[in-house]
């Protein structure tokens, strides 16, 4: 049950924190392009790759804190979901090549995040 708490309450901050950055980013790029969600999910695939090593290798926390920060936090963050529609809705509407560029940038761009978080923590110790 403990875990169950966790991974809810991280994932209300994680949520908490994707609309936030999803209204900062319609501030500054407008509505055209889903910018708020590509960037959350490429963030969100740097924290992930960054954290989970950090939490597994270098800190050895507990499982209480990988659950809240990965499972929680970072499940409500990111947002596949999101991504998903959002590419369909650009493809449906059809800006095709906008909708095409998206998929591309929010896969490739996110594994990337993912490699670069993973490589920094190991370099960090």
């Known amino acids: 049950m403990n875990h169950i708490l966790l991974v809810g309450a991280g994932g209300a901050l994680g949520s908490v924190l994707r609309y936030l950055v999803g209204l900062w980013m ?10 708020g969600t590509l960037f959350v999910n490429v963030t969100g695939s740097f924290l992930i790759g960054f954290l989970a090593e950090f939490i597994m290798h270098k800190m050895g926390a507990s499982p209480e804190m990988r659950v809240f920060l990965i499972t929680g936090v970072l499940g409500g963050y990111t947002t596949f979901s999101a991504f998903s529609l959002d590419a ?38």
């Open 26 to 35: 319609l501030q500054r790029a407008g509505p055209a392009f889903p910018w």
């Open 88 to 125: 369909i809705a650009l493809l449906e509407h059809g800006q095709t090549m906008s909708g095409l560029a998206y998929i591309v940038a929010s896969v490739g761009l996110s594994m990337l995040a993912v490699f670069a978080g993973l490589a920094l923590m190991r370099a960090m110790v």
